[in-house]
């Protein structure tokens, strides 16, 4: 599994559009916007960037293994060439969810450096470990997100699907507009998306405060629901053969 | 009986009464039955969607079969590629973008317990200069070539090839072949789908001819090739005698159904001078001549007619 791994990862890396996706874009909008002054819940606008770009970071890294990639892997092929190898499917599916946890740690210790030293946000050791580990935690239920991406969509339209998904939770979320500038019905369906409770984990954990469990529990039945869609979907793909 | 690596005697493969249906009106495969003996080397003949690429999902365990049994080397298709002891080559299979060709054969090397070394891998497949080029660099051909090295990554017992020289031109597929032939006599028992007669007949121990989703020839290449030196005569005459027509030099079936006639013949040279010193008046008489196509279609001709009579 750590020769997959390894090999998926490598290969990721090399995907250019993916490396401006979850790097690129996010650094981009971290050096535009993180200059401006104000202090929000007793964090700088720095300091919440920093958070709001880590999570679309780790969404879309997250995301990507799984889903658009997976797709493509569906539609060429190559899956079916992986299953008539040794490797089995649950191990294979444990490589993804690898992979999709271990990518996210490139844009986490951009933003972090970025924060640090553009944003001159001070924040001690043990809150970077704790941000690190929420963001570990918490995108799990996007990786899980984007296997139901990749097994509902294919090739070309699992990337458009992939990046209207993101785009809406990042907005409805509150990752790229205060939230409190949405309009209250929107307020509402926001509160519920997964993006939602991440970020505040995050933010929470930059301000030293509690975590939320609430947050946490949010995100672990989103992991669990999408996870029954994907099996599900999984079945249903591999009963009709 | 040659004995396999779990220590079971038996047939490499066994397809029994295999039934496979995509749609109700449809079935791929219908009750197809074959054993496949260890060291063959079997050529799976037929048109596009005879069934072919079923039978080999099938045998991938890719597929299910809706009824019948699939024994490979003595188990489930499952056991066998989760044991690694199947290669398999799918018609189309893609490579997964961003990986160079040393990198994926790495990959397949490692996710076997039994291994061919890198250099052999890239020295049967022929890819030796490809090594670090990028998937998405590759041709059609030489994509080709790589999925053939990731079939051998493990040292199969058993090779499954679909359609694989499909994208070769004339020198890789001479290469792919006596590639093919060093791994047989290595001991691998190989199964290939191909559309092309002269490819199975040059290639393969024995060919299994596959029409409609049934077997409907299974032998040596030489007797195979027999069938399509037949010819079909299809003609009228008043009140035809299939025992009269079946005296005539070279005929093997005749069908009569009212006054007209088709009768199957080795050597139509030999037939048509003796049907019209019979004197008799024949005629509207047609030949339907060689190729594969038409070998096929002298070889299923006889399961069409539900209303004729068949003499053989």
Not at chain 2, 92 to 121: H, K, M, N, W
Request: proline content about 4%.
């Amino acid at each position: 599994m750590t020769a997959f791994l390894r090999f998926e990862i490598i290969r990721s890396l090399r995907n250019v559009r993916f490396v401006v996706f979850i790097a690129g874009f996010p650094v981009l909008l971290y050096l535009i916007y993180a200059k401006q002054t104000g202090i929000s819940q007793g964090l700088t606008v720095a300091a919440i960037l920093m958070v709001s770009m880590a999570v679309w970071s780790g969404m879309g890294s997250a995301m990507f293994a799984t889903g658009p990639q997976l797709a493509k892997e569906r539609q060429s092929g190559w899956m079916r060439q992986l299953r008539v190898s040794p490797i089995s499917a649950p191990r294979w599916f444990a490589a993804k969810l690898a992979q999709g946890l271990l990518l996210i740690i490139p844009g986490f210790v951009l933003l972090i450096l970025l924060g640090f030293g553009y944003g001159h946000v001070h924040l001690a050791a043990d809150r970077v470990a704790v941000l690190a580990a929420v963001l570990v935690g918490g995108v799990i239920p996007f990786c899980v997100l984007g296997l139901v991406i990749g097994l509902v969509f294919d090739g070309q339209t699992a990337q458009v699907a992939q990046m209207l998904t993101m785009l809406v939770l990042a907005f409805l979320g509150g990752i790229f507009i205060p939230y409190s500038n949405l309009p209250p019905a929107m307020q509402d369906i926001g509160k519920a998306l997964p993006s939602y409770h991440l970020v505040q984990l995050g933010w929470n954990a930059v301000a030293g405060r509690a975590l939320g469990v609430q947050h946490m529990l949010a995100l672990a039945a989103w992991a669990v629901v999408l996870g029954l869609i994907a099996v599900w979907r999984w079945r249903q793909e591999s009963t009709t053969a | 009986m040659i004995t396999n690596k779990q220590g079971a005697t038996g047939p490499a493969v066994a397809f029994r009464d295999v039934v496979k249906v995509y749609h109700p009106d449809i079935k791929a495969l219908d009750h197809v039955s074959f054993d496949i003996q260890p060291g063959e080397t079997v050529a799976l003949l037929g048109p596009n969607g005879a069934g072919k690429s079923t039978a080999i999902d099938t045998m991938l365990g890719l597929r299910t079969p809706t009824s019948g049994e699939v024994r490979i080397l003595g188990g489930t298709a499952a056991a066998a590629v989760a044991a690694g002891q199947i290669g398999g080559m799918l018609q189309t299979s893609g490579l997964p973008e961003g990986a160079r060709v040393a990198e994926l054969i790495g990959l397949f090397r490692q996710l076997y317990r039994d291994r061919r070394s890198t250099g052999e891998l890239l020295m049967l497949a022929g890819i030796d200069d490809l090594a670090d080029r990028r998937v998405e660099q590759l041709s059609a051909g030489q994509t080709q070539r790589v999925r053939f090295a990731l079939a051998l990554a493990g040292h199969p017992e058993l090779l499954f090839l679909d359609e694989p020289t499909a994208a070769l031109d004339v020198a890789a597929r001479r290469h792919f072949w006596q590639s093919v032939e060093t791994i047989a006599r290595q001991g691998t028992t190989v199964l290939f789908a191909t559309h092309y007669l002269e490819e199975a007949d040059a290639n393969a121990t024995r060919i299994i001819v596959v029409n409609y989703g049934r077997v409907i020839a299974d032998g040596t290449p030489a007797r195979i090739k027999a069938f399509t030196a037949t010819r079909t005569l299809r003609f009228a005459m008043p009140a035809p005698d299939p025992s009269e027509l079946l005296k005539l030099p070279g005929v093997t079936d005749v069908l009569v159904n009212g006054d007209a006639v088709t009768a199957r013949t080795g050597d139509a040279d030999e037939t048509l001078p003796a049907l019209y010193a019979l004197g008799r008046k024949v005629r509207a008489m047609e030949v339907g001549g060689g190729g594969l196509e038409e070998a096929l279609i002298a070889l299923t001709s006889a399961d069409n007619g539900s209303n004729t009579e068949r003499v053989s």
